[in-house]
């Protein structure tokens, strides 16, 4: 069973950088995509990117210009960095794993609540 | 980016009703890529439904998904107990994929 457990500061100055690291178990992070998603308390879903286990990124246009994943197939972990956060940047963050082909997002983290504030 | 919009907002069932959750894409969707998820308090979501009618591993068979181009639907035949939660929807065919803003399903 692929299991995926989020980690990083669960507080951030705003104009600093958010620093998020998923750890994946019970399966290989080779050939499959792997997602960043957010939800803003009491709100909705939004897809933050993708990185493929070579590196191969896609991002949310919207958040692109402060964005970067990164990958480390040795310790099967991958990352994501937000920068110049802001107050509108206060979320749970997840992790999550696609399936491939047609299947979505079908292995999640848990999420972990990232504040932004002074 | 495509825009999904869910109705209703909120949706005020009884245990054992028929729930009927739409989706309404602002630009034709494959319907190999889109997916239906269900969210309780506290929990990640959990994948239900892709390929617009495949269940996943593990759902149960009162789910159902179907549709295509813009128009799709989520059918739960009869709402069980943990069945109330918060369901959305996710397109996945362009980048960024996006979701819908959520339906409440409540127990009435």
């Known amino acids: 069973q692929v299991q995926l457990q989020e980690s990083g500061p669960g507080l951030v100055k705003p104009s600093e950088t958010l620093s998020l690291t998923c750890t994946v178990s019970?399966?290989?992070?080779?050939?499959?995509?792997w997602s960043w998603i957010r939800q803003p308390a009491g709100k909705g879903l939004e897809w933050i990117g993708r990185?493929?286990?070579?590196?191969?990124?896609n991002y949310n246009p919207s958040l692109k210009s402060r964005v970067t994943m990164s990958v480390d197939t040795s310790k099967n972990q991958f990352s994501l960095k937000l920068s110049s956060v802001t107050a509108a940047d206060t979320a749970v963050y997840y992790c999550?794993?696609?399936?491939?082909?047609?299947?979505?997002?079908?292995?999640w983290g848990q999420g972990t609540l990232v504040t932004v504030s002074s | 980016e495509n825009v999904l919009t869910q109705s209703p907002g909120t949706l005020s069932l009884s245990p054992g009703e028929r729930a009927t959750l739409s989706c309404r894409a602002s630009?034709?969707?494959?319907?190999?890529?889109l997916a239906w998820y269900q969210q309780k308090p506290g929990q990640a979501p959990r994948l239900l439904i892709c390929?617009?009618?495949s269940r996943a591993t593990g759902i149960p068979d009162r789910f159902s998904g179907s549709g295509s181009g813009t128009d799709f639907t989520l059918t739960i035949s009869r709402l069980e107990p943990e069945d109330f939660a918060v369901y959305y929807c996710?397109?996945?065919?362009?980048?960024?994929?996006?979701f819908g803003q959520g339906t409440k399903v409540e127990i009435k």
């Open positions: 990185i493929y286990s070579s590196g191969s990124t």
């Open positions: 390929g617009a009618s």
């Open positions: 019970g399966g290989s992070i080779s050939t499959y995509y």
């Open positions: 630009q034709s969707v494959s319907s190999s890529y």
């Open positions: 999550a794993r696609e399936g491939g082909g047609w299947v979505p997002e079908d292995y």
């Open positions: 996710q397109q996945y065919d362009n980048s960024p994929w996006t």
